[in-house]
Nanobody, 114 residues
Framework: VQLQASGGGLVQPGGSLRLSCAAS????????MGWYRQASGKQRELIAS???????NYAVSAKGRFTISRDNAKNTVFLQMNSLKSEDTAVYYC?????????WGQGTQVTVSS
C-alpha cells in the first residue's frame, strides 16, 4: 500500500488549502482514512478521519474550518482547510487503516504566514 499526499504550501492567515491523498495497492473497500499533522516540536495529532461509509470525526481545532471527504472509486481522501491560522502550520500526513494495519503517506508541509 502506498499513499501519495499533495496540496500543501504557503498560505496567508485566513486563506484556504485543499490537501489530497491517493492510496494505491491492496486497498479493500472497508477502511478508515484520515489526516494527522505534526508541528515542530509537537506530537503528531489526528485532525480528521472518515470511514468508507462517509462517517467523519474531527479534532476540536478543525471543527467548523476543515472538511474531510473521500472518493472511494479513486481511493482518495481530501482535506479542505479554510480560515487557516498560524497555528495550523505543520506537516500534514494522510493515514489509511485497512484490516487493522495502518499506513502513512510521506507528509506535506502547510505553512500559514503573512
Amino acid at each position: 500500500v502506498q499513499l501519495q499526499a499533495s496540496g500543501g504550501g504557503l498560505v496567508q492567515p485566513g486563506g484556504s488549502l485543499r490537501l489530497s491523498c491517493a492510496a494505491s495497492g491492496s486497498i479493500f473497500s472497508i477502511n478508515l482514512m484520515g489526516w494527522y499533522r505534526q508541528a515542530s516540536g509537537k506530537q503528531r495529532e489526528l485532525i480528521a478521519s472518515i470511514t468508507s461509509g462517509g462517517g467523519t470525526n474531527y479534532a476540536v481545532s478543525a471543527k467548523g474550518r476543515f472538511t474531510i471527504s473521500r472518493d472511494n472509486a479513486k481511493n482518495t481522501v481530501f482535506l479542505q482547510m479554510n480560515s487557516l491560522k498560524s497555528e495550523d502550520t505543520a506537516v500534514y500526513y494522510c493515514n489509511l487503516i485497512v484490516r487493522g494495519v495502518g499506513y502513512w503517506g510521506q507528509g506535506t508541509q502547510v505553512t500559514v504566514s503573512s
